[in-house]
């Protein structure tokens, strides 16, 4: 059961959490020792031309105003929904840039959470009726060591192995050049194709936590009285693992799948940096290394807001998939 009164205290906590998000945000990349107009221009002409230096300057707004006044302009602007023209992408916009990458980023995430949660709830559960088998036990270790496993690190061996020393799948990039974009089958594969080893990564080092947490569930369930009855019912070993310990199971699994999501995230902007995916992680990438403040903030607020709305989520799903869960 869900009360109001948990729904206005989550949200005020929520746009609470947000407000100070939106001020670190800020702060920040502006503490950083460097100046943009000389990151920017050295990036795109190796050399600094006379007189550019203070007219990127102004057009960034960087002179002539102080830190206190930066951030009041910045919070005007984003509560008309403005988030600020790209240094980098000028004169694109940060929603432009965002909007033109987030695709890419989305295509990425939503394969992989649904390969790996699928995965990890089908092997879990197979790993818990059977806890304490040779076989489970050595699955779980190998599990345990595959959830260590950095992200980039996974990434940079999957490129050497399958990118250079058996070149079955290309090093980075979206898709080929050449290729015309649109609804066809050659513009689809080649997608497919290019996100083939990134989703691997992503997958192959999400999916064991996902599966041994429902490996631990389902040990537990296995030693609840209605799975000792249904054993002597006599009924089939698929049939309880399914049907009975399974449902139960799986709410912690859906937890923390969600609350996972801001880890996967992080992890995905790692991937998409090793490989050269062009989505949100590349951008973010770029924008540090050119010191795009704009972007920086626009990219590191849309995470904030959707780590901040997994987590809200995660609470209410949990409450919903079981009536016994309170929450007021």
């Known amino acids: 059961m869900i009360t109001r009164r948990y729904l206005m205290v989550r949200s005020a906590y929520a746009v609470a959490t947000t407000f100070?998000?939106?001020?670190?945000?800020?702060?920040?990349?502006?503490?950083?020792?460097?100046?943009?107009?000389?990151?920017?221009?050295?990036?795109?002409?190796?050399?600094?031309?006379?007189?550019k230096v203070k007219l990127l300057e102004?057009?960034?707004?960087?002179?002539?105003?102080?830190?206190?006044?930066?951030f009041e302009?910045?919070?005007?602007?984003?509560?008309?929904?403005?988030?600020?023209?790209?240094?980098?992408?000028?004169p694109e916009t940060v929603s432009q840039v965002i909007g033109t990458h987030l695709p890419w980023t989305l295509f990425l995430l939503g394969t992989s959470i649904s390969l790996s949660?699928?995965?990890?709830?089908?092997?879990?559960?197979?790993?818990?009726?059977?806890?304490?088998?040779?076989?489970?036990?050595?699955?779980?270790?190998?599990?345990?060591?595959?959830?260590?496993?950095?992200?980039?690190?996974?990434?940079?061996?999957?490129?050497?192995?399958?990118?250079?020393?058996?070149?079955?799948?290309?090093?980075?990039?979206?898709?080929?050049?050449?290729?015309?974009?649109?609804?066809?089958?050659?513009?689809?594969?080649?997608?497919?194709?290019?996100?083939?080893?990134?989703?691997?990564?992503?997958?192959?080092?999400?999916?064991?936590?996902?599966?041994?947490?429902?490996?631990?569930?389902?040990?537990?369930?296995n030693k609840e009285d209605y799975i000792l009855m249904a054993k002597a019912k006599g009924l089939p070993e698929r049939i309880i693992s399914k049907k009975y310990a399974g449902?139960?199971?799986v709410l912690p699994v859906a937890t923390h799948i969600i609350l996972a999501f801001g880890y996967i995230v992080a992890g995905a902007f790692f991937v998409e940096v090793v490989f050269s995916y062009k989505g949100i992680g590349y951008v973010l990438y770029e924008a540090v290394t050119t010191k795009d403040y704009p972007l920086i903030d626009g990219i590191f607020l849309m995470i904030t807001v959707t780590v901040i709305i997994a987590n809200f989520l995660a609470d209410l799903l949990y409450a919903v998939l079981d009536p016994r869960v309170e929450l007021r």
């Open 20 to 51: 100070v998000a939106i001020i670190i945000n800020f702060l920040l990349p502006r503490i950083i020792p460097g100046n943009p107009a000389v990151t920017i221009l050295l990036t795109n002409f190796h050399y600094l031309p006379p007189g």
């Open 58 to 70: 102004q057009e960034f707004g960087l002179t002539n105003s102080s830190m206190l006044y930066q």
């Open 73 to 90: 302009r910045y919070l005007v602007e984003l509560f008309h929904g403005n988030l600020g023209i790209s240094y980098y992408y000028y």
């Open 117 to 221: 949660s699928v995965l990890g709830v089908i092997t879990g559960r197979m790993l818990g009726f059977r806890a304490g088998s040779k076989t489970e036990s050595a699955t779980s270790t190998i599990f345990i060591g595959l959830t260590s496993l950095p992200f980039f690190w996974f990434a940079i061996i999957l490129i050497l192995l399958f990118a250079v020393e058996v070149p079955l799948f290309p090093v980075g990039g979206v898709f080929y050049i050449l290729d015309t974009p649109g609804l066809n089958f050659k513009y689809i594969s080649s997608i497919a194709y290019h996100a083939a080893l990134p989703i691997l990564t992503i997958v192959a080092t999400t999916f064991p936590a996902f599966a041994l947490t429902m490996r631990n569930t389902m040990a537990n369930q």
């Open 247 to 249: 449902r139960n199971a």
